[in-house]
């Protein structure tokens, strides 16, 4: 497999497009896909427009990005408009690619299994791929994982949930030459080299935990414990619950969230906080179940910002143990909430990305979900979580 990460800050979309496509038409030949990551402060189908102009033929697929992304040119954003896409290619990759919006009446597990039949056709395949990659807006991305693993079973996969800069569903997806703001984008990889993935919320559990008792749908905790979810989550912080209501709780919890352990209990998926409701109840990012528990985990920005190097650390050692050679390329997905707390600190955060690619091509985008696996388990989401994923 082969790479390639450019960036531009041109002023307008056509001109970001223009100019980030014409370097990835120089710098790698014969791009199997183009993954795309862009402000919000362009207009994203003016953006697509142009690349597409600049890369016939190849697909193009991806979404915005919170304040930024960061290259091996460091961090690029902020109040910059910005756009950055990592190309892949080379003769041992067939790349499919497939999106859909959401539409008003729809079913996200019947738009999966289009989206991964799609994929499928695309590549000129009638078979599972080797790993997979996907995109969905802030909602049901668990169903649109469920319904391309009706299709092709479990195959590991990676990516994340389009983001903006206000928590406003101001985001977009990026399919071809078309932006929409809900739906999915999956590209399936087919390819003898390896890939490998280290999902982690990289936070530490504490003592306190508790049993899920009474949901409201599958991202409302009401009660934990039989007691008013916020009430218990307030007790375990020693906080009170006025400092935790509405948006407050979604700041507040970014340094102690809930975790959720998998049925082997190797991998923590991070449910984050979003929301204090006036009934006590818990608002979260991704799915909970009843009498599921939930544990009270705990950082501070030292430990987000310092766990980068950690994570890209533990993905060098699980792809050592893979025999794995230097990579083609490093693709991180990093939690847009992480990085809203971090906040000027962000240089230091893509300084050790820097460090750690070593190198190697890499492109890190800022997410309002985080999707991986963990070997003998399922493919997952999270928030307020890091999936770091390497490319042969």
């Known amino acids: 497999m082969q790479s390639f990460v450019a ?10 497009g223009k100019e980030v496509a014409a370097k990835v038409a120089a710098g790698i030949d014969g791009a199997k896909v183009a993954m795309a990551y862009g402000s919000c402060d362009y207009d ?9 102009a600049e890369l016939p033929g190849v697909p193009v697929l991806g979404n915005t990005s919170f304040t930024g992304i960061i290259t091996p040119e460091g961090f690029i954003g902020g109040d910059t408009p910005f756009v950055g896409i990592l190309a892949l290619g080379g003769d041992d990759v067939v790349v499919g690619t497939a999106g859909a919006p959401a539409g008003s009446d729809h079913c996200a597990r019947c738009i999966g299994k289009n989206l991964a039949k799609a994929a499928m056709e695309a590549a000129g395949k009638d078979c599972p791929p080797n790993y997979w990659y996907m995109a969905a807006s802030p909602a049901e991305e668990e169903y649109y994982i469920k319904g391309v693993t009706d299709v092709i079973g479990r195959v590991p996969f990676f990516g994340g949930s389009a983001a903006d800069n206000e928590i406003a569903g101001k985001w977009w997806l990026y399919n071809g030459t078309e932006a929409f703001q809900d739906g999915c984008v999956v590209a399936f990889f087919y390819t003898d080299t390896p890939f490998v993935n280290k999902f982690t919320g990289a936070y530490a559990e504490t ?17 934990i414990c039989g007691k008013p979810a916020l009430d218990v989550y307030a007790d375990w912080r020693g906080m009170s619950t006025d400092q935790l209501m509405g948006g407050d709780l979604l700041v507040e919890s970014i340094v102690a969230p809930l ?58 050692e699980k792809a050592e143990k893979d025999g794995f050679g230097k990579p083609a390329a490093y693709f991180f ?60």
């Open 7 to 16: 960036t531009s800050t041109a002023a307008s979309a056509a001109e970001a």
């Open 44 to 52: 994203s189908e003016e953006l697509l427009g142009a690349i597409a």
């Open 207 to 223: 003592d306190k935990f508790g049993v899920v008792t009474k949901m409201d749908g599958d991202r409302n905790i009401v009660e």
């Open 259 to 316: 975790g959720v352990k998998d049925r082997l209990g190797d991998l923590v998926a991070i449910r984050h906080p979003m929301n204090g409701n006036d009934d006590h109840s818990i608002a979260v990012g991704a799915k909970v179940a009843e009498k599921t528990a939930v544990i009270c985990m705990e950082g501070d920005v030292d430990c987000l910002v310092g766990s980068v190097a950690k994570t890209a650390g533990e993905l060098k």
């Open 333 to 392: 997905v990093h939690c847009g909430g992480r990085r809203a707390a971090i906040a000027d600190r962000i240089d230091e955060v893509a300084d050790a990305f820097i460090a750690e690619a070593d190198g190697v091509p890499f492109l890190a985008e800022f997410t309002f979900g985080e999707y991986g696996f963990e070997q003998d388990g399922c493919n997952s989401i999270g928030g307020l979580m890091l999936s770091f994923t390497a490319l042969g």
